[in-house]
C-alpha cells in the first residue's frame, strides 16, 4: 500500500515537471508573439493544467482584451470560478456568462448559465416570488436568443417547461391552493403551445410529451386512430404549420451536418441565408439566428459580418442590436475599415454622443487597415459626422490634417484621383472657413505634388470658377496648358480653357487661348500619331521576326548550296519588292460611275479584274481627275465611308464626286506608308491612321462652302479640309495626268492615291513638315 502511494506521488510529481517545462515553453512562444491567437489559447491551457489559478485569470482577462473568446473557453472559464466560489455572491461568474454570452450564440453556454443560477442562487432554489422572477426572465432571454435555433433550440424550450414543472410539483408539495397550481399548469400548457409553434428538429417527440402531459391533467386527448384527437384547433394549426416550416429547413440543416469543408460550410450557411431572407413572410429573428450561428463558425470572415450588419441596417434598425453587432464585428475583424465605417454611421443613426463616436473612431485608427482607401473612407465619415454635428471649423481641420498626413506618412505612393479629401478639405474652408487662401494653399500643395494629375487642375479650376473668380481662372489655364500631364489631359484642359473663353472671355482672350491652345493641340496630335504608328507596327515586327526566325531554322536543314542560291535571291527580291510596292502605290481608283455589272464582269481568262498584270488593262479607259475644284480631306475617321463623307459635304451645293483612298489589302480608309519613296516616306508614316479623301465640286463657291468646314468634327475626329493645288503644267502646254490616273486595283473599285497626289497639297507638306520637325527633337 505504502508502494502505491510513493508510485502515485512519483507520477504527479513527474506530471507537475512535466507542466511547468511546458509552461515555460508557451511563455517563450507567446513573449515571442504576443499577437497571436494560438499563442494565448495555448498558453491558458497550460496555465489551468498547471494549476496557477491566479496567472490563469490574468491570462484570461489578457486574451480577452484582445481577441473574443468561443463558447468553450468561456463554459471553462466560468467552471472554474464557480469552484472557487465561498459565499453565497455568485455575482462574479454570473457576469463571465454575461460577458460570453455578449460574443457569440453559443446554446451550451446558456444552458451552463440557467443551470448555474437555478443551482447557487438562493431566492431561485428556494422558489422565492422574486427568485422565479428572476428565472423567468433569464429564460426568455434565452427563448429570445437561442429558442429558435433549429437544432439546438429545443434544449432551451426543454429546460425551461422542467423548470415550470419542477415549481409546479413543488407547489402540490407545500401549497393548498388550487388556483396557483392552476396557474403554474397554465405556464406549463403555455410552453408546450409556444414550443409547437416554432420549426424545430424534435418536433415530433415534443407533441407526445404535449399529449402525455395534457393526460396527466386528466384530459382526453390523443388515440391510437387519431394522435390529433382532442388538440386544440389553434395548437394543431400551429403545429402542422411548423412542422411543414421544419421540412424545409432539413435539407440545408443536413448541410451543415457533419463534417463538410469550411468553404463548403460557409457557402452552404449563406445559401441558406438567403432561402430565409427570400420567403414571402421572412422572419428577421429566423434570419438574425443563422447569421449568429455563421459568425460562430466563421468569426473571422469579413464579408460575412458586412452581410450580417447590412442586412441589420435594412430590415432590425434596432439601436441595441445594431450597436451590439458591430461592436462584436470590429472585435472580430478588426482590420476591415468598412466595419468600422459602418459602425461610425450606426452611431450616428442612433445619436450616440460624441464621446462614444470619438472612442470608436480612435479605436478604428489603431487596427492597421489593410490599404489606404480604407483609412480614408473612415477619415471622411468622421469628417461628415462631424460637419453634420456642426462641430468647430478647428475640429474639422485637425480631421483633415491628419488624414493628410497619415496618408503621407505611411502610404506615400497612393493616389487619391478623385480628391476626396483634399477636394473635400478645400471646399470646407471656403463654405464654412470663408477662408479662400486657406483653400488655395491646400490646391496649390496639391498642384506640387501631384500637378501630373488633370483632376488637380480641374479641381482647382472649378473652385475658382465656382467662386466667379474669371482672372484666376485664366491664370491657372495659362499655367497649366502646357504641362505633361496623364492620358489625354492636357488636350482635356486645352479644349476646357477655350470653352471658358467662349463663355466668359473677351475676343482677344479668346484669340489669345486660341493660339497658344491651338499649337498644344497640334503638338499633341503629332505625339499621338507617332504612338500610334508604334502601336501599329509592332505585332508586324514581331510576325516579321517570327518569320525571320522560321527561315534560319529551315536555312540549317538546306545543303550549303541551296543556301549560297537563297542568299543570291534574297539579295535580288527587296528590289523587285520595291518596285512592286512603288507601283501599288502610283494606282487610284473611283467608284463613281462604273457599273456594277461592268466592275464584276470576269475577264478573258475568265477572271474578275483584281488588278494585278494584265488583268488591270481590262477597263476600256483611265479616268483623269485635274484637281482645278476640289477639296482635300484629311485625319478622316477609317470607319467613315463614301457615304457619310457624301451627307457631310452635300450642304455645301454643287458636289461631283466622293474619292476616297482605301488600303488595297484591307480595304479600309487608310495611308499605306510602306510604299512610300518620296521625302515624305518619314512623315507620312507619322499618320498611318488617318483617311485621306479628295472631293469635287462644280465651282468656286462650293469649294469655299468645303474648305469653311475645316476642324470640324466628322464622325470620332476633327476632320481637315483645305483645297487640293494641282501640279503646273508641263512643257508643251499638256498636263502632266499620270498621277492623277486611275488605275484599278481590285474587281470592288478601290485603290490607293499615288504618293505625289499627297505631295500636291501644300498645307498637309507643312503640317507634316511641323511634325516630323517635333519628333526628331
Keep these: 500500500m505504502a508502494d502505491e502511494e510513493m508510485a502515485s506521488s512519483s507520477d504527479s510529481e513527474s506530471e507537475r515537471e512535466n507542466g511547468e517545462d511546458e509552461l515555460a515553453a508557451v511563455e517563450v512562444a507567446l513573449a515571442a508573439n504576443p499577437d497571436s491567437y494560438e499563442a494565448h489559447e495555448q498558453y491558458v491551457a497550460a496555465l489551468r493544467k498547471a494549476g496557477h489559478l491566479d496567472r490563469l485569470r490574468a491570462a484570461r482577462e489578457a486574451m480577452n482584451a484582445l481577441f473574443p473568446i468561443p463558447g468553450r473557453m468561456w463554459r471553462e472559464w466560468a467552471r472554474d470560478e464557480a469552484n472557487l466560489l465561498d459565499g453565497s455572491d455568485i455575482s462574479p461568474v454570473v457576469e463571465l456568462y454575461e460577458r460570453g454570452l455578449r460574443e457569440y450564440l453559443d446554446v451550451p453556454l446558456w444552458l451552463d448559465y440557467l443551470e448555474f443560477v437555478e443551482d447557487r442562487d438562493p431566492g431561485v432554489s428556494q422558489c422565492t416570488p422574486q427568485g422565479l422572477q428572476k428565472m423567468r426572465e433569464l429564460y426568455e432571454r434565452a427563448i429570445t436568443a437561442s429558442g429558435i435555433h433549429a437544432t439546438e433550440g429545443s434544449a432551451i424550450w426543454e429546460a425551461y417547461r422542467e423548470f415550470e414543472q419542477a415549481v409546479l410539483l413543488t407547489m402540490a408539495e407545500y401549497t393548498d391552493g388550487d388556483k396557483e397550481k392552476e396557474k403554474q399548469a397554465g405556464r406549463v400548457e403555455s410552453l408546450f403551445h409556444r414550443q409547437l409553434a416554432v420549426p ?105 459580418w458586412l452581410k450580417y450588419t447590412g442586412y441589420l441596417d435594412q430590415k432590425l434598425k434596432v439601436a441595441v442590436v445594431c450597436k451590439n453587432v458591430y461592436a462584436r464585428a470590429v472585435r472580430n475583424c478588426p482590420w476591415v475599415g468598412e466595419l468600422w465605417r459602418k459602425y461610425l454611421l450606426t452611431l450616428e443613426r442612433f445619436n450616440s454622443s460624441d464621446e462614444e463616436m470619438s472612442e470608436v473612431f480612435e479605436q478604428s485608427m489603431k487596427r492597421g487597415f489593410q490599404t ?228 464584276e464582269k470576269p475577264n478573258e481568262q475568265g477572271q474578275p479584274p483584281d488588278g494585278r498584270g ?75 491612321m488617318q483617311g485621306l479623301a479628295y472631293i469635287d465640286f462644280e465651282n468656286e463657291e462650293n469649294l469655299a462652302a468645303a474648305i469653311s468646314k475645316n476642324r470640324t468634327k466628322l464622325g470620332a475626329r476633327k476632320v481637315s479640309v483645305a483645297r487640293s493645288k494641282p501640279k503646273p503644267k508641263q512643257e508643251g502646254g499638256s498636263e502632266k495626268v499620270e498621277r492623277d490616273k486611275i488605275k484599278p486595283l481590285g474587281w470592288q473599285g478601290s485603290a490607293l492615291k499615288s504618293d505625289e497626289a499627297l505631295n500636291s497639297n501644300e498645307e498637309f507638306r507643312k503640317t507634316l513638315l511641323k511634325s516630323k520637325e517635333k519628333v526628331v527633337t
Design 614 to 688: 494584265e488583268a488591270a488593262t481590262q477597263f476600256k479607259k483611265n479616268r483623269v481627275f485635274t484637281d482645278e475644284l476640289t477639296a482635300f480631306v484629311s485625319n478622316i475617321d477609317l470607319e467613315l465611308t463614301e457615304k457619310e463623307l457624301k451627307e457631310f459635304f452635300t450642304p455645301c451645293g454643287g458636289l461631283k464626286g466622293v474619292r476616297l483612298l482605301r488600303d488595297r489589302n484591307t480595304r479600309r480608309s487608310r495611308v499605306k506608308t510602306k510604299s512610300c519613296e518620296t521625302e515624305f516616306t518619314f512623315l507620312t508614316k507619322l499618320l498611318p
Design 372 to 599: 489606404p482607401s480604407e483609412y480614408l473612407d473612415v477619415f471622411l465619415t468622421r469628417v461628415d459626422g462631424l460637419r453634420r454635428q456642426m462641430a468647430s471649423v478647428e475640429r474639422l481641420r485637425e480631421v483633415f490634417q491628419r488624414a493628410a498626413d497619415l496618408l503621407a506618412n505611411y502610404f506615400p505612393d497612393f493616389v487619391d484621383r478623385s480628391l476626396r479629401l483634399q477636394g473635400y478639405w478645400a471646399r470646407m474652408e471656403v463654405r464654412l472657413a470663408k477662408d479662400i487662401s486657406a483653400a488655395r494653399s491646400i490646391w496649390e500643395r496639391l498642384v506640387k505634388s501631384s500637378g501630373w494629375m488633370t483632376e488637380v487642375w480641374q479641381g482647382y479650376i472649378n473652385m475658382e470658377l465656382g467662386l466667379e473668380n474669371i482672372n484666376e481662372v485664366r491664370a491657372l489655364y495659362r499655367k497649366c496648358y502646357s504641362r505633361k500631364l496623364e492620358g489625354n489631359g492636357s488636350k482635356v484642359i486645352c479644349e476646357a480653357w477655350l470653352q471658358f473663353e467662349r463663355e466668359f472671355g473677351t475676343l482677344e482672350d479668346f484669340e489669345k487661348a486660341s493660339l497658344k491652345a491651338g499649337q498644344r493641340l497640334e503638338e499633341i496630335q503629332s505625339i499621338e500619331a507617332v504612338q500610334d504608328t508604334k502601336e501599329f507596327k509592332e505585332p508586324k515586327m514581331k510576325h516579321e521576326r517570327g518569320n525571320q526566325e522560321s527561315s534560319a531554322q529551315a536555312a540549317k536543314r538546306k545543303r550549303p548550296k541551296d543556301v549560297k542560291e537563297e542568299k543570291k535571291r534574297q539579295k535580288v527580291a527587296p528590289k523587285r519588292e520595291l518596285g512592286k510596292l512603288h507601283s501599288e502605290a502610283k494606282m487610284a481608283t473611283n467608284e463613281g460611275d462604273r457599273d456594277a455589272s461592268e466592275r
Design 200 to 304: 424545430l428538429s424534435n418536433h415530433a417527440s415534443t407533441l407526445n410529451d404535449y399529449i402525455e402531459w395534457e393526460r396527466e391533467q386528466g384530459k382526453t386527448i390523443g388515440s391510437l386512430e387519431d394522435k390529433f384527437a382532442g388538440v386544440d384547433a389553434n395548437v394543431l394549426a400551429a403545429y402542422k404549420k411548423a412542422e411543414s416550416g421544419w421540412l424545409e429547413c432539413k435539407v440545408f440543416e443536413n448541410s451543415l451536418s457533419g463534417k463538410p469543408a469550411d468553404a463548403e460550410l460557409l457557402q452552404n450557411y449563406l445559401i441558406y441565408i438567403d432561402f430565409e431572407q427570400k420567403k414571402s413572410k421572412s422572419d428577421p429573428a429566423r434570419v438574425q439566428v443563422l447569421f449568429e450561428r455563421a459568425v460562430t463558425a466563421f468569426p473571422v470572415s469579413g464579408d460575412l
